[in-house]
């Protein structure tokens, strides 16, 4: 693909990968679409409207509420909420001129730090000295409960006249002071009007909340386990939150009738599945979030399920687009489009055979599922069953390269023989490796070209 310099045109590309061809009473259509954005934005040449709308030569509008945790566990060691201050101080400093900004203090109630009462600060020298000033405020004391966080982040960011709306989240401990059903409704009412990471500090946080936090509001998740590494985190967090262009672009399926949606799922960077995410759109049309983009390339995994045909038919199976919604109510822009297709052949050879890239990502999501699946088992004390899971995982990571993966799994198996999955469980394992496999277990590679 070519490279594209400031000056180019922004654009998306669309671009499927599938064997088209099925067997005689073949049903199940796979495809991998990868979606990438060039060139400072993602209009594809589309002149964006609205609140989106960019002028030549300025960043887009952009708001970011930064949440803390504050509560009393923060105070072990005392190390920690120093190195949290730090962090938001680096986070402060790497915001863009002109970007809306807020500091949120959490406990078992939500706090703004800065600049108060219910309003956003507009970045500048002056207000990021303001702001690294109010940080003195941020002491630890009092509980945990994330989804009141969640909701004032919302409040904040919904006033803004932005395009951009983002949160960054810090926590280092459960989320003891709310009902699990009290963050599944935030998060409800969240998603889709801000993206968040999320972030666990130290080893005393639950795995599952702070990666359903990011899953469900189309964030990163990760670990810091030394708060020492908190700073170039949120530096790094903060980088990528001011790089992003263009928000609310949605994957859009359209398949003719009797074509079922069987699932759709993010594969790279990681494995999210947004099957359950549709949004109807119009007769046979669905809306799946992608988020906020700036120049990246991710990839999707869609499979389809087609009505039976005989051998020498064709047909569309989906057509797959990327939409850009008209905040004024308007029909939303079409960005880019492919099409997947499904022909029925009686030559073995064509049918049989699997896409590399369908093959690549079907792995990586086996993956992502064999780890939980392992760390479940061996935190049930299932050691067989462990290292079953944690055996297939070594095997598919060696296969697929996926050498990261790998160096997390060795942590906590002994690896015998990685071609064949042959491990043996370590006796002791660090709690933050642990940790660290189960919150990347996600992350996927990218198939080799």
């Known amino acids: 693909m070519a490279n594209f310099s400031k000056s180019n045109v922004p654009q998306f590309s669309v671009e499927v990968y599938q064997n088209e061809y099925l067997p005689e009473g073949g049903r199940e259509v796979n495809a991998i679409v990868t979606v990438t954005s060039t060139g400072g934005g993602t209009t594809g040449g589309v002149p964006l409207s609205g609140a989106t709308a960019r002028v030549p030569g300025q960043a887009p509008k952009a708001a970011v509420v930064i949440m803390v945790d504050c509560s009393g566990s923060m105070n072990y060691p005392p190390t920690k909420m120093r190195n949290a201050r730090d962090a938001t101080a680096a986070a402060i400093d790497t915001l863009r001129d ?98 968040c990471d999320a972030r666990g500090v130290g080893t005393d946080w639950e795995v599952k909340e702070v990666t359903a936090i990011a899953s469900a509001l189309l964030g990163t998740a990760d670990i810091v386990a030394d708060p020492a590494g908190l700073a170039a985190d949120f530096t790094h967090m903060m980088e990528n939150a001011m790089g992003k262009e263009v928000a609310d672009v949605a994957l859009r399926l359209w398949t003719p009738v009797g074509v079922e949606i069987t699932f759709v799922k993010q594969v790279a960077p990681t494995v999210v599945d947004l099957t359950g995410r549709r949004t109807e759109v119009g007769p046979r049309a669905g809306d799946y979030p992608t988020g906020s983009w700036g120049d990246e390339s991710r990839d999707y995994h869609v499979c389809v399920t087609v009505p039976q045909a005989g051998i020498g038919q064709e047909m569309l199976a989906c057509r797959v ?23 029925w052949t009686e030559d073995m050879v064509a049918s049989t055979s699997i896409n590399p890239q369908v093959a690549h990502y079907t792995g990586q999501a086996e993956l992502a599922q064999v780890i939980q699946q392992g760390l479940d088992a061996r935190k049930s004390g299932d050691f067989d069953g462990a290292t079953a899971k944690l055996g297939r995982a070594v095997q598919l990571a060696s296969v697929s390269g996926n050498e990261d993966t790998a160096k997390l799994l060795s942590k906590v198996v002994d690896v015998v023989d990685a ?28 198939v080799k070209k």
């Open 419 to 446: 071609a064949t999955g042959t491990v043996r469980l370590k006796a002791k394992v660090a709690d933050a490796d642990e940790m660290t496999l189960e919150t990347r277990s996600t992350k996927t590679v990218r």
């Open 321 to 343: 687009s990327l939409v850009l919604p008209d905040p004024s109510g308007g029909a939303p822009q079409t960005l880019s489009q492919g099409l997947v297709r499904a022909v």
């Open 98 to 195: 002109g970007t809306s900004f807020a500091v949120v203090d959490g406990t078992h109630v939500a706090r703004e730090v800065y600049p108060g009462n219910g309003r956003l600060a507009v970045a500048d020298a002056r207000t990021r000295a303001q702001a690294k000033g109010a940080l003195g405020a941020l002491k630890a004391g009092g509980g945990t409960a994330i989804g009141t966080w969640l909701r004032l982040a919302d409040r904040l960011l919904g006033a803004a006249d932005v395009s951009i709306r983002h949160g960054i989240l810090l926590t280092d401990g459960r989320n003891e002071h709310e009902a699990p059903e009290d963050l599944r409704a935030a998060l409800e009412s969240c998603a889709g009007r801000f993206t």
